[in-house]
């Protein structure tokens, strides 16, 4: 069973319902919204109503889902209440009990998925921040979770091999890990961040530089992993905030880059393609 990551950047459109705007939709999203579902398109942020914007991402979801070969209504994201490492398997009878799976509410921080679903995919839309994927190709599970700075904090990336781990049993040495782009150490801040709470976590990874403060998030997800005897790392090493091939919550804010441009989430995740080229079929409830 062979496995396909997704870390597609801006190149399907903006990936979550809330971030759609005027600013980011193509002339093909605005085709879509005139002459296939409401006769009329937006001219401002004030006048695009959630609908619109819900169609619009839709349309972003099924474009990425054609391009991969899966169903976009096969397609689940983590909540993230529980910020405490709890982890949720999806399995067939899950999938065949929740027909649109963005739409299905999941509170657990950290997904897993296996070869027993393939063509499900499992992945989080993201700005400046990483997902953070732990993958068993031998005995065919990954576990993913969405690691903003403040989840780093909490050490979520360690508790994705933990999860993958209790899911499967995965010795060290089969476990690879991916981490999907993000922002380079050229993020700053003003002032010391407050979710930085273990300063111990943080040493050598947040440094003043001429009155500001870097962050370097990929050299505590490094530490992290290799601390649970992750030695196959592979890291996205493009920069969110300066790649235009991807959405910057950092460079869309007005406090930082102030370029509306860069406003929207990319999307990152993984699923197992199906032994042969059809498709899985599920039940649909």
């Known amino acids: 069973m062979s496995l396909e990551i997704i870390d597609v950047g801006n190149r399907f459109g903006s990936m979550n319902i809330s971030s759609i705007s005027v600013n980011n939709m193509s002339n093909a999203d605005k085709f879509h919204l005139y002459a296939v579902k409401f006769g009329r398109i937006a001219n401002d942020d004030s006048e695009l109503t959630l609908e619109m914007k819900r169609a619009v991402f839709d349309r972003h979801r099924e474009i990425m889902a054609n391009h991969y070969g899966v169903d976009a209504k ?12 709890s982890s949720f398997l999806i399995t067939r009878d899950f999938v ?4 649109d799976g963005w739409k299905t509410s999941i509170p657990e921080d950290i997904l897993i998925t296996t070869d027993e679903v393939p063509g499900v995919v499992i992945g989080h839309p993201i700005a400046d ?5 732990a ?3 031998k005995k065919g599970v990954a576990a993913i979770a969405h690691c903003s700075a403040e989840l780093i904090d909490k050490k979520m990336p360690m508790m994705v091999v933990d999860a993958l781990q209790r899911a499967c049993d995965s010795r060290d040495d089969e476990i690879v890990a991916y981490i999907s782009a993000c922002a380079g150490n050229d993020w700053t801040y003003d002032n010391y961040p407050r979710w930085a709470t273990d300063r111990k976590l943080w040493d050598g990874a947040i440094t003043l530089d001429n009155g500001v403060f870097r962050i370097d998030m990929r050299k505590v997800i490094l530490n992290q992993l290799a601390e649970r005897n992750i030695k196959d790392m592979r890291f996205n ?5 300066t790649n235009p091939n991807y959405y910057s919550n950092s460079m869309a804010s007005p406090n930082g880059g102030n370029d509306p441009t860069k406003a929207g989430r990319n999307f990152a995740g993984v699923f197992f393609k199906p032994k042969y080229k059809e498709k899985v079929k599920f039940k649909e409830k």
Do not use: L
């Not at 096969?74 to 490492?85: H, W």
């Not at 065949?96 to 027909?99: K, R, S, Y």
């Not at 090493?237 to 905030?241: A, E, I, V, W």
């Open 135 to 137: 993958i068993d190709k």
């Open 237 to 241: 090493m493009d920069n969110t905030r």
């Open 96 to 99: 065949e009990a929740n027909p």
């Open 129 to 133: 921040c990483p997902v953070v994927m």
């Open 74 to 85: 096969k397609i689940f994201v983590a909540d993230q209440e529980k910020k405490n490492g």
